[in-house]
């Protein structure tokens, strides 16, 4: 059942929310993919109750009984917050994210903090303390990460909506490895106030979804202006969802960037190639552009990210919350141990390399070039949408990758973000919509816009994803 | 050469407060050979030499001051605190 159809039977009650929630509670019990780090089980029936009601009365709102699973490093008050960490293992929200505040207005209910990379600090799914999450299209695959957990809970069915984040392609890329819809909204669009912040410069809230219209009627719950967050949008609400069905490939231009299809596997690039023939086929222009500033995108950003998650991560010292080790010695050595016992390898290398080109000797050779380097990235796709309404190309050159084949080779593991980096570094929305299928794993398309091109975007996602049809999803 | 040696790197890791062992170090700075190498090529080919541009095109807007609040959730940031003695924190000597 697809988002609009199964909101449309929650209000007119065809749909009984507590009994949903309880197969929902059931279902992820019963999973063996480790999606979730905390379900909220008391709470989710107690408030599922109480909608009932509501919704009885006619005062539904826009997410009325939709089950949300929030990605562990956004705080929802009352509930663990661990950024798949031990250092954060016994960790409560103490306040609501902003986002968080939106969609209970919204009367979403909030199933549980799904599973991800430690500090976001990965692309596979397999950094978390509390284990890795397995794809429910093959479980000897990744599902992708950082935000792994959400994007394997919505291909298993384990909740409706997920809400993630994308420092460097965090959405996007689990949305491909597990066949459904993500969305990196423009920088700025969705409040990152309660975010656990791991590169502030480039990162962002999103929604995933197994539909579009999901994606969309999550993130117009999100989006708006925020005063706690200082680079959010002046415009206080938006609207993704009445808009989503009027619009039409007629004249508009089509990007096609040669770089990103050279790597990719043949399938991979075919089943992209076929999304852009579709779009021809109604009406697009398409255009075949050169980047070859894609080559320098994962340096760019993972020393833009390193230094930025260096300086986030003093604050994760064990003294106010957090990880505390049994020492009786001074205050520096007790906080190098705490850390030393609680952050993983990824985090560590991070840190340590992120404070190494932060310090005044070497910061000239490495951050200072890697901030200018952002600006022409920047500058360059600001060129590129001033002739294309949309790129399209694959979100990653491959499918689903076997667990632990690339965990010990961190440059490996950096380079799988080559093709989704440039859209955080440029602060556009990119988004993930899945159209075929390579070997029994799905391969998602990616569509960029232009800065604030969110809805159009969105429009274009849907377009595709009606042309594919129905997906037949796991039954793990 | 882009490898970070294991002293520099332990001379890093008490900058940031990390405590790691010989063995870490070692890894870290085999790592940093490969890494930074890679990395180094916004270095030679992309970055321009001139570093006198914008280092960052962000802006930081002003918020308007408001009236003061008492902050309410005092006592549930003190339940999270690993040690504490009534309502402070208790930290380690800094000697």
Known sequence: MNTKTKLEKIKSQEIDIEEESQKFLQKITDSNINAFITVNEKQVIEKAKKLKENISKQKAGKLAGLLVSVKDNIAVKGIRMTCGSKMLENYTAPYNATITERVLEEQAIIIGKTNMDEFACGGSGETSFFGPTLNPWNNSRVPGGSSSGAGAALAAGLCDLSIGSDTGGSIRSPATFCGVVGFKPTYGLVSRYGLSDMTMGIETPGPMARDVYGAAILLESMAGNDPKDNVSTKQKQFDFTTKLDNFSFEGKTIAVPKEFFEGSETTVSQIVLDAVEEMEDRGADRIEISVPDTKFCVATYYLNMYAEFASAMQKFDGLKYGFRTETDSTLNETVSANREQSLGKEVKRRILFGTFISMKEFQGKWYSKALQAKNIIKQKYEKIFSKADFMVSPAAPFTAFEIKEKIDDPLAMYLADTLVSFANLSGIPAGVVPFGFSHGLPVGVQIAGGQNKDLEVLQAMQTLELKRGEIKWPQK | ?95
Do not use: H
């Open chain 2, 1 to 95: 050469m882009n490898k970070i040696d294991e002293k520099t790197l332990k001379r890093v890791s008490e900058v940031c407060r990390l405590k790691l062992s010989q063995g870490e170090l070692k890894e870290f700075s085999l790592d940093s050979e490969k890494l930074f190498t890679f990395f180094s090529k916004i270095n030679q080919d992309y970055a321009p030499k001139d570093l006198s541009l914008y280092l960052t095109l962000n802006r930081n807007p002003l918020r308007k001051d408001g009236t003061a609040k008492t902050f309410e959730g005092a006592k549930s940031i003190l339940d999270l605190a690993p040690k504490r003695s009534a309502d402070y924190f208790k930290v380690p000597k800094n000697l």
